[in-house]
């Protein structure tokens, strides 16, 4: 099974910390952990720290079997939240470019087949030879996603991956997240500001505020009033649903929200 750990991972941008020192036990393979917390928290720094993209202290592990035959270490792709975007290519062409990144240009039969396997998981196929110039914004997000999932990493980093869909697009893509983690052993960090979604589709709830980990655990048992008072300056109660579980109904601010971006966390909530 494959195993992500964060051990006191700190990262700072000249001499302004960013990230205080953010520890973790094990993120297991196969389970969905949705990143939450205010604007300028720190949720991308952490993806982009450990996707390797900035460096600092502290220690970043990723362990375990991939269950990609062939692969000897567990992998790791980034997917970020304004992607890059190749105007001169299709849909199609830039799904492939994706999955050679880093491998032999021959491409396959195996590799065409994994192109159009995504693409028909996220409903793309349409798209396939359409000029991502000519994309919308919700498009271009759900491209961008299957230039991840084809690579079929052991660790997904998808930070704020459903920000620019619809309604209806969110959740299928979300439990369509959900399902390549639980079917293939993936462990899938999401950052995301709906809460309700993450409620939804987690199986554990990290947050950050002020470049602190405040909570880490259930969605239920992480997601209450209190922290959304502390961490997010709002007053809410968390109820039952019906069959869509629990839900976040917002009755208004509170009052003592921080800036964005203001040193130090919020909250008093302990990290487990
Ligand atoms: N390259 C950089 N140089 C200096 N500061 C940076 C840099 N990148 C990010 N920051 C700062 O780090 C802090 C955390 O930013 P980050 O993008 O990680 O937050 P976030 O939680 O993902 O926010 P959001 O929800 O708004 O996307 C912010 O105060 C931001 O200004």
Request: hydrophobic share 45%.
């Amino acid at each position: 099974m494959i195993e992500l750990r964060l051990d006191d991972v700190r990262v700072a941008h000249g001499r302004v910390p960013i990230l205080h020192g953010i520890s973790t036990p094990p993120l297991r393979g196969g389970e969905v952990v949705a990143v939450i917390g205010p604007n300028a928290a720190g949720k991308s720094t952490l993806m982009r720290r450990i996707a390797g993209l900035v460096g600092g202290a502290g220690t970043v592990s990723l362990t375990g079997t991939s269950r990609v035959a062939g692969r000897r270490v567990p992998s790791c792709c980034y997917m970020p939240q304004d992607g890059a975007v190749a105007a001169a290519l299709s849909v199609y062409e830039a799904v492939l470019l994706a999955l050679k990144q880093g491998a032999s240009w021959g491409v396959t039969d195996a590799d065409l087949g994994r192109v159009e396997r995504v693409l028909d998981d996220l409903r793309l196929t349409d798209l396939g030879f359409r000029s991502m110039a000519r994309l919308s914004g919700g498009q271009r997000q759900l491209v961008s996603l299957a230039e991840t999932l084809v690579r079929e990493p052991d660790l997904a980093l998808l930070d704020e991956p459903t920000s620019a869909l619809d309604l209806s697009r969110q959740i299928e893509i979300l439990d369509h997240v959900r399902g390549v983690a639980r079917q293939r052993g993936t462990c899938v960090l999401i950052s995301i500001h709906d809460l309700n979604q993450a409620l939804r589709i987690a199986d554990t709830v990290l947050v950050l505020d002020g470049g602190r980990l405040v909570a880490l655990g259930p969605p239920a048992a992480v997601i209450t009033p209190a922290l959304l008072r502390t961490v997010y300056g709002v007053e809410a109660r968390v109820e039952a649903a019906g069959s869509a579980g629990l839900h976040v109904l917002v009755d208004g601010l509170s009052g003592l929200r921080k800036a964005p971006g203001g040193t130090g966390a919020a909250t008093a909530i302990a990290a487990p």
